[in-house]
């Protein structure tokens, strides 16, 4: 067997195991699917964010919002945080990189929106930042996690700990359950109930 195959059979079993805990957040992935759609029905917006792999996560849910997901629908309020190198500059700059996404959160939020942070960690400090801004602001917030949920999810309203403790294992299943709430995002808003 190549190293390849190796490390291939070694991660379907890691990821599949995961995977098969996944249902285990049923009761959180619903609260998170509800507050999307109480969000964006009563015309608030969704803000997402997150760094490395998870600015990629939270710049993909945005853009099925704004764009399109699967089914045809009119265009959803979302804004990821993670885009504007002016701001990120800015604010890492004059401010602190802890700050890069609060200080938008503290632009942007209106009561009733939803604030989405995505860390596999938990613990990234501009990540539970925004958490604590949102919330202040009368946000409702959503933490995508590890296992161990770590500050973030302590700072959420809900907290969809997907249950691994490999950064890329827990990054799989936040793109799987970010494609859920789509799926119940499409449902509110579809133009044909019948697709
Ligand atoms: O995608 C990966 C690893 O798979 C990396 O880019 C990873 O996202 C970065 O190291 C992040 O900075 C990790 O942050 P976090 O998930 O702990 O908040
Ligand atoms: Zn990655």
Known sequence: MTAAETHLQQYIARHQEALNRLPELAPQVSAAALACVQALTGGGKL??????GSAADAQHFAAELTGRY??????????????????????????AFEEVFARQAQALVQPGDVLVGITTSGNSRNVVRAL???????????????????????????????????????????????????????DAFVEDPTV
């Open 47 to 52: 803000l997402t964010c997150g760094n490395g």
């Open 132 to 186: 604590q801004v949102a919330r202040e602001r009368g946000g409702v917030t959503i933490a995508f996690t590890g296992e161990g949920g770590g500050e973030a999810a302590a700072h959420a309203d809900i907290a969809l700990r997907a249950p691994s403790t490999r950064t890329a294992h827990i990054q799989e299943l936040h793109i799987l359950m970010i494609h859920v709430l789509c799926e119940t995002i499409d």
């Open 70 to 95: 699967r089914r045809e629908r009119r265009p959803l309020p979302a804004i990821a945080l993670t885009t504007d190198s002016s701001a990120l500059t800015c604010i890492g700059n004059d401010y």
